[in-house]
């Protein structure tokens, strides 16, 4: 197959040029040079050499990279040559083979020490690697130490960007750190050292770095959207805004802090106000295809489902690159305006990548909601998904046969795929889970206790068999522990204190029971957890706050089971 990813065809005129008749330059005559200024050497090209070049390009040009790199770099160290060399590295980069790379790289640079573009690249092939660090911050600072004005400034804004192949980034703080120092009379080092901190996740240092930035430069752009995405990590938004909106009352044509300014309106929740925003700055800039997509998820999170369809269809005839995430967006406006069969094709549109196994999914709930489940199911087993997603696809089947009251299908599902991964502690739950719907109690204890056994921290296995126990009125002493176990675990998990104050009322202590239902349904107003409370509250002669939270959670939860049997039993009588 044809590889698209470097222009090979460009590059024979590389060669085409190598591969001319070798001449010695007449006297008076200046010799060639590399880019940097260094002189070029004069080649007396070889039938080996000539073969070499030939094979790269013919290789390359055919897909095959890493003969095409391999050839490259043995021509690199016949030549010495550093247009040859450059190639090599460029050629071995895109064959993702970084010992080949680092190899052609140190030829480029080794003829041709001035090149900062090839120390700038061994550097990132290094770093990279994730080995040889020291070599890499030599790289680096000569870079910085050869350079001077504008491309000194350019250069400690670039260092971040060399580094961030590294996975290490508390490594890369310490680089930062070390390489800027000789610099801090200057704005962009501070800037860099923020960028950094910002990398670690150490935003409040990442603030402190960005402000001595802005001391020693004041009103500099860069750093003002940097600080204003800084104090949207750390939740201070309006801060944020604040500071964009002086900054633009100065500055009304930066398109860059415009941009952060309605980015910022989105962290605050005002999708109208952001939405309002990216709509003044596509009218600047018309053909922006990054505002045309901002204005079509803006629209979509106000509802405007004309104004976004548009826009998504705008940015997709754009070209934009995030093709599958606009077909999402719009299959998904089309299943929220009930175009069923819209959202069914569009979902079938998305190639392999992020989006693709929500898309999948997606479909499935489609087929079962149209009544086509059986079609859903077969969906789910024909789907091409990695490996390591098939699991959310067993998943999402067991939800739709559970949603179809076909339980003993589901367990049927599950106990299939444990077959395979018999220590999948989520699966042995949802398995247990399955088995309490289907009343089989004893099978529902055994999936429970291993989950405990696998999983000794899972608070939800030990509340699950507590709760089943204390809704059945049995071992209810032994309920209230594994509930205390599960409480131990999530503190402040509202079903598991739902599943204590039922305990509690079983064991007839209605009064210590109310106190966790009412923690539970302040944390959480879940239609089971009003179930539970309003029947304390009943019991306890609070009939009119019974049915008052009883009247609120069946306003938003009408089709709730528990809650529904609970009202009509109480109140029945």
Same mark, same amino acid.
């Given at each position: 197959?044809?590889?698209?990813?470097?222009?090979?065809?460009a590059?024979?005129?590389?060669?085409l040029a190598?591969?001319?008749?070798?001449?010695?330059?007449?006297?008076?005559?200046?010799?060639?040079?590399?880019?940097?200024?260094?002189?070029?050497?004069i080649?007396?090209?070889s039938s080996?050499v000539?073969?070499?070049?030939?094979?790269?390009?013919?290789?390359?040009?055919?897909?095959?990279?890493p003969?095409s790199?391999?050839?490259?770099?043995h021509a690199a160290?016949q030549? /010495?040559?550093?247009?040859i060399?450059?190639?090599?590295?460029?050629?071995?980069l895109? =064959? %993702?083979d970084?010992?080949s790379a680092?190899?052609?790289?140190r030829?480029?640079?080794?003829?041709d020490?001035?090149?900062?573009d090839?120390? %700038?690249?061994l550097?990132?092939?290094?770093a990279?690697?994730? $080995?040889?660090?020291?070599?890499?911050?030599?790289e680096?600072?000569?870079? /910085?130490?050869?350079?001077?004005?504008?491309?000194?400034?350019?250069?400690?804004?670039?260092?971040?960007?060399? !580094?961030s192949?590294?996975?290490d980034?508390?490594?890369?703080?310490?680089?930062?750190?070390r390489?800027?120092?000789?610099?801090?009379?200057?704005?962009?080092?501070?800037?860099?050292?923020?960028q =950094?901190?910002a990398?670690?996740?150490?935003?409040?240092?990442?603030?402190?770095?960005?402000?001595?930035?802005?001391r020693l430069?004041?009103?500099?752009?860069?750093?003002?959207?940097?600080?204003?995405?800084?104090?949207?990590?750390l939740? =201070?938004?309006?801060?944020?805004?604040?500071?964009?909106?002086?900054y633009?009352?100065?500055?009304?044509?930066s398109?860059n802090a415009?941009?952060?300014?309605?980015?910022s309106?989105?962290?605050?929740? $005002?999708? =109208?106000?952001?939405l309002a925003?990216?709509?003044?700055?596509?009218? %600047?800039?018309? $053909?922006?295809?990054?505002?045309i997509?901002?204005?079509a998820v803006m629209?979509?999170?106000?509802?405007?489902?004309? !104004?976004?369809?548009?826009?998504f269809?705008?940015?997709?005839?754009?070209?934009?690159?995030?093709r599958?995430?606009?077909?999402?967006n719009l299959?998904?406006?089309?299943?929220?305006?009930?175009?069923?069969?819209d959202?069914?094709?569009?979902?079938?549109?998305?190639?392999?990548?992020?989006? @693709?196994?929500?898309?999948?999914?997606?479909?499935?709930?489609?087929?079962?909601?149209?009544? @086509?489940? $059986?079609?859903?199911?077969? @969906?789910?087993?024909q789907?091409?998904?990695?490996?390591?997603d098939?699991?959310r696809?067993?998943?999402?089947e067991v /939800?739709?046969?559970?949603?179809?009251?076909?339980t003993e299908?589901?367990?049927?599902?599950?106990?299939?795929?444990?077959?395979e991964a018999?220590e999948?502690?989520?699966?042995?739950?949802?398995?247990?889970?399955?088995?309490?719907?289907?009343?089989q109690?004893?099978?529902?204890?055994?999936?429970? %206790? !291993?989950?405990?056994?696998?999983e000794?921290? @899972?608070?939800?296995?030990y509340?699950?068999?507590g709760?089943?126990l204390?809704e059945?009125?049995?071992?209810?002493?032994e309920a209230?522990?594994l509930?205390?176990?599960?409480l131990?675990?999530?503190?402040?998990?509202?079903?598991?204190?739902?599943?204590?104050?039922?305990v509690?009322?079983?064991?007839?202590?209605?009064?210590?029971?109310?106190?966790?239902?009412q923690?539970?349904y302040?944390?959480?107003?879940?239609?089971?957890?009003?179930?539970?409370?309003?029947?304390?509250?009943?019991?306890?002669?609070?009939?009119?706050?019974?049915?008052?939270?009883?009247?609120?959670a069946?306003?938003?939860a009408?089709?709730?089971?528990?809650?529904?049997?609970?009202?009509q039993?109480?109140?029945?009588?």
């Amino acid at each position: 197959m044809k590889h698209k990813l470097f222009p090979f065809v460009a590059g024979m005129t590389l060669t085409l040029a190598l591969l001319a008749p070798a001449t010695h330059a007449a006297p008076g005559d200046s010799p060639a040079t590399t880019e940097s200024g260094g002189v070029l050497p004069i080649q007396e090209l070889s039938s080996d050499v000539l073969f070499l070049i030939l094979l790269g390009e013919i290789a390359g040009s055919r897909g095959d990279l890493p003969v095409s790199a391999e050839a490259y770099l043995h021509a690199a160290r016949q030549t /010495l040559d550093p247009r040859i060399a450059r190639r090599a590295t460029e050629i071995a980069l895109v =064959a %993702r083979d970084m010992d080949s790379a680092a190899a052609a790289a140190r030829i480029w640079l080794d003829t041709d020490p001035a090149s900062e573009d090839a120390r %700038r690249m061994l550097a990132g092939i290094l770093a990279t690697r994730g $080995d040889q660090m020291n070599e890499v911050q030599i790289e680096l600072a000569r870079i /910085l130490a050869n350079s001077e004005g504008q491309r000194l400034e350019q250069n400690l804004l670039g260092l971040n960007r060399a !580094l961030s192949p590294m996975q290490d980034k508390a490594l890369v703080r310490e680089i930062v750190e070390r390489l800027t120092e000789p610099y801090l009379m200057q704005a962009p080092a501070h800037f860099a050292r923020a960028q =950094a901190y910002a990398g670690e996740a150490d935003d409040l240092a990442a603030l402190g770095a960005v402000d001595q930035a802005l001391r020693l430069r004041p009103d500099w752009e860069p750093a003002v959207v940097l600080k204003s995405q800084l104090l949207v990590q750390l939740n =201070a938004v309006q801060e944020a805004l604040d500071l964009l909106g002086d900054y633009l009352t100065r500055h009304p044509d930066s398109r860059n802090a415009a941009i952060a300014h309605a980015r910022s309106r989105v962290s605050a929740q $005002d999708y =109208a106000g952001a939405l309002a925003e990216f709509r003044a700055l596509q009218a %600047r800039y018309p $053909d922006d295809i990054d505002l045309i997509y901002a204005v079509a998820v803006m629209a979509t999170q106000t509802g405007d489902f004309v !104004l976004a369809v548009e826009h998504f269809r705008r940015a997709l005839e754009a070209g934009h690159p995030e093709r599958d995430a606009i077909l999402f967006n719009l299959a998904s406006i089309a299943e929220r305006t009930r175009r069923t069969g819209d959202a069914l094709a569009l979902y079938r549109e998305i190639a392999a990548g992020p989006h @693709h196994l929500d898309a999948q999914i997606r479909i499935a709930h489609l087929l079962a909601e149209a009544g @086509h489940l $059986d079609a859903a199911r077969a @969906h789910l087993h024909q789907a091409e998904v990695e490996p390591d997603d098939r699991r959310r696809l067993i998943f999402t089947e067991v /939800l739709l046969l559970r949603n179809a009251e076909r339980t003993e299908e589901a367990l049927q599902v599950i106990d299939k795929a444990l077959l395979e991964a018999p220590e999948d502690a989520d699966l042995l739950y949802e398995a247990g889970m399955l088995a309490e719907r289907l009343d089989q109690l004893d099978r529902m204890e055994q999936y429970m %206790r !291993l989950v405990m056994e696998i999983e000794p921290d @899972h608070a939800h296995a030990y509340n699950a068999l507590g709760y089943t126990l204390a809704e059945r009125g049995i071992r209810l002493e032994e309920a209230e522990e594994l509930i205390i176990r599960a409480l131990e675990l999530a503190p402040d998990d509202p079903f598991i204190l739902d599943s204590m104050g039922w305990v509690h009322f079983r064991r007839n202590q209605a009064e210590s029971a109310l106190d966790y239902l009412q923690r539970a349904y302040g944390i959480r107003s879940d239609p089971e957890i009003a179930a539970h409370l309003g029947e304390v509250l009943w019991t306890l002669g609070r009939r009119d706050e019974a049915s008052g939270i009883w009247d609120a959670a069946l306003r938003n939860a009408p089709d709730n089971a528990v809650l529904s049997e609970t009202v009509q039993r109480l109140r029945g009588r």
